[in-house]
């Protein structure tokens, strides 16, 4: 549900940690962090969390199902911040990635993703291997998570305009790179005008969930639905939804507390 809690930090098990600072390409123009940036750490913080744990491997990937990410107060421009990253919760062929971004100036954003592990061969999902689990599933828990999308199709009447495709946007296995998404919802958002959206101003909640991929060179299309409480986006090629994103104000309770120290 779209309202569903974020799980805290664990009391045992796995959890990597990293720092960095927001740089000048991570900001919008009121040195905000921006959502594609959150989603860019997540991907290296991941890396550098499985590449620690020994347990890479070239014959699989990871395929991100749906992100959501829960902005209490966004960190700004040249705040350092804490990350630190644990899995959430198992499937039997994908699994949860929780991150937390802790600031030293008040920033703090919560994440959670859901990730398919596939075959890079066949690119079809494969289970997860008995070492992932041991690796992992201290942190886990015992939770189970479900891959079940949360977010409807798009309202008739939805303004509709096309999102041009850059070299940049597509990533090594040929589709539109995650966090490149993002970058179009942020376009929607128009930061640093008189004109930003009122959510981007409170804590909100920012959901995207994922389709097969979109292929370098696609024609994509935007159908954008927005109001006071929410600003919707759904991301089409040749009629046919490919990916969709929300943003809400952010549920009571829905993400835990900053972790302290």
């Not at 990597?16 to 991570?26: E, H, N």
């Not at 790179?177 to 959510?199: D, I, R, S």
Request: proline fraction near 7%; charged fraction near 25%; include cysteine.
């Amino acid at each position: 549900m779209i309202d569903e809690p974020l799980v805290p930090l664990p009391a045992q098990g796995r959890v990597f940690r990293r720092g960095r600072r927001v740089r000048l390409a991570d900001a919008d123009p009121s040195g905000r962090l921006r959502l594609d940036s959150c989603a860019r750490y997540l991907q290296d913080l991941g890396n550098d969390d499985t590449a620690d744990s020994g347990i890479d491997d070239d014959a699989i990937t990871w395929v991100v199902r749906r992100a959501v990410i829960d902005v209490m107060t966004p960190p700004r421009w040249g705040e350092w911040v804490d990350m630190a990253t644990w899995c959430g919760g198992l499937g039997s062929r994908w699994a949860e990635r929780r991150m937390s971004i802790v600031g030293d100036r008040g920033g703090h954003i919560e994440i959670t993703t859901l990730w398919v592990q596939v075959d890079v061969a066949t690119m079809t999902p494969i289970r997860l291997s008995p070492r992932f689990v041991d690796t992992y599933g201290d942190a886990a828990g015992g939770r189970k998570v479900s891959s079940r999308l949360w977010l409807g199709d798009p309202p008739v009447g939805a303004a509709a305009q096309p999102w041009p495709l850059r070299a940049v946007d597509i990533d090594l296995i040929g589709h539109v790179n995650n966090a490149a998404y993002w970058a179009a919802v942020e376009e929607q958002v128009e930061p640093g005008t008189a004109f930003a959206h009122a959510l981007i101003g409170r804590p909100h909640r920012a959901v995207m969930e994922y389709g097969p991929g979109i292929d370098a060179g696609a024609e994509v299309e935007l159908l954008v639905d927005e109001a006071d409480d929410h600003l919707s986006v759904w991301f089409t090629v040749d009629d046919a939804v490919q990916a969709a994103a929300t943003v809400i104000p952010l549920p009571e309770a829905a993400a835990p507390p900053a972790e302290s120290g």
